[in-house]
């Protein structure tokens, strides 16, 4: 899919694109999963002009994967699995 809107990911990463896309076959590095959720984002503000958005990273990172959470980060992270606040409207 990122391949076929590539022209949408080179007017947006600019000098970056080489980065995370091979320039020859438009193809995704291994590394593009990091920063997919680009498209989503702008597509999300793009379509909801008035709404505030807020980006908010927890610091729960793969790296963190071993780390013991204090209680509410997990109380936090539960809370927003369980409902339908940040899905998308079908």
Not at 17 to 25: H, L, T, V
Not at 49 to 76: C, D, N, Y
Not at 77 to 86: I, P, Q
């Given at each position: ?54 980006w ?35």
């Amino acid at each position: 899919m990122a391949q076929n809107d590539h022209v949408w990911w080179k007017q947006t990463l600019g000098p970056f694109y080489p980065g995370f896309f091979d320039e020859e076959s438009n193809q995704p590095k291994p590394n593009f999963r990091k920063i997919m959720h680009i498209h989503v984002t702008d597509a999300l503000i793009a379509r909801y002009k008035e709404v505030k958005f807020v980006w908010a990273h927890m610091g729960l990172s793969m790296e963190l994967t071993q780390v013991r959470l204090p209680p509410i980060a997990s109380l936090i992270t539960m809370s927003l699995d369980s409902c339908d606040c940040h899905r998308l409207p079908s």
